[in-house]
Structure formats: C-alpha cells, structure tokens
C-alpha cells in the first residue's frame, strides 16, 4: 500500500474507534435523558454502518449494541449503575497496595498492614481531616480555570460529534446519490 492509501485506511479506522467511543459513553450514562438515547442511536447506526464496511466481523457484543442497549438504557438507572468499573478500580487499587509491601516476606504480616492501610483510608474521621487540610491549603478555584480533565472531555466530546455528522453526512449524500440512481434507472427503462 501507498503511504496516502495507508493515511486513509487509518483515518476511517479512527473513525470507527471514536464512533464506538461515543456509543459506550452515551450507553454508560446514568439516567439517561430521551434526548441521551437519541444520540446513543445516531451514534451506534453510524458506528455499526462503518464497522461492518471496514470488513469487521459482527460480534455478539456489536449485536448487544446495535439492538438490546437502547432498550435498556430506558430501565431506570440506565446502563451506567451496571458498570463493573469498580471491579478495575479494586484491582490497581489492590495492585498498588500489593507493590508497596512486596519486600515484606511474611504473607501474614503483608496482609495485616494491608487490610490496616485499608481502614485508615476508610475510615469518615480520617476522609474528613483529609477534606480539612485539603481545603485549608488549597488557594480555591481559580476564575475561569477548566480542570485538565473537563477539557480532554471537551475535546472527546467535539471529536465524537465530528466523526458523527461525517458519517451523517456521508450517508445522507449515499442515499440521495441511490435514490437518483433508482429514478433513473426507472426514467430509463420502457414503461409498460
């Protein structure tokens, strides 16, 4: 392949990978609006559309996606209260207490600091003396500041709306082309 053939291949496949994005982000969202759902929709035609013209196979999970999600976004809750994303958390959180006493030979004695460093960390007096301190060194917010993450969701969001009404659009002008194309076809042929 040419490098501006590669180019292309790459930029359709980003596509799909940021269609898919905003699928789940709009699938994850707890209570989820009418208008949510909406979304969720548009984005889930146009990345199942794309993934299938990539020559991506039709897995059980794009099916899931593509006909089930939408439904049960609209269960109370929506999907986003049946994430398992603590269950990730549990385990860097135990993978990073696991790496700070790996020297300790003893199981026991690793598990004991373990499970104390657990509590001292849970427990409302210690959060709230953290909170205290917290505030007391902070400066507050500054004016017209935007948190570092606020805006990376900012860009994510403006991405996601930009490979979706490329598609839209993409698929629009499809459509006008095989609706003139069907005119045509019937302009053309003898009437009877």
Same mark, same amino acid.
């Given at each position: 392949m040419e490098d501006h053939a590669i180019d292309a291949m790459c930029d359709r496949f980003s596509n799909v990978c940021i269609l898919w994005d905003g699928t789940f982000s709009k699938a994850s969202k707890v209570d989820p609006s009418p208008a949510d759902i909406v979304m969720y929709k548009r984005f889930v035609k146009a990345a199942v559309n794309l993934h299938v013209k990539e020559g991506c196979i039709m897995t059980a999970k794009l099916h899931l996606m593509w006909k089930h999600v939408a439904v049960q976004m609209k269960v109370a809750g929506g999907l986003g209260h049946k994430r398992e994303d603590w269950v990730e958390h549990q385990h860097q959180t135990g993978s990073r207490e696991r790496e700070q006493h790996h020297r300790t030979k003893n199981n026991m004695t690793r598990a004991v600091f373990m499970e104390k460093m657990r509590?001292?960390?849970?427990?409302? !007096? *210690?959060? !709230?003396?953290?909170?205290?301190?917290?505030?007391?060194?902070? +400066?507050? $917010? +500054?004016?017209?500041?935007?948190? #570092?993450?606020?805006?990376?969701?900012? *860009?994510?969001? +403006?991405? #996601?709306?930009?490979? %979706?009404?490329?598609?839209?659009? @993409?698929?629009?002008?499809?459509?006008?082309?095989? %609706?003139? #194309? @069907?005119? %045509? /076809?019937? /302009?053309?042929? $003898?009437? %009877?």
């Open positions: 509590q001292e960390k849970s427990n409302p !007096k *210690v959060e !709230k003396r953290i909170c205290i301190v917290d505030e007391k060194s902070c +400066r507050g $917010p +500054r004016e017209h500041y935007v948190k #570092r993450e606020e805006e990376r969701k900012m *860009v994510r969001d +403006r991405s #996601r709306i930009k490979a %979706l009404s490329k598609w839209e659009e @993409g698929a629009a002008a499809t459509m006008i082309q095989s %609706l003139i #194309r @069907g005119w %045509l /076809c019937r /302009c053309a042929s $003898p009437c %009877l």
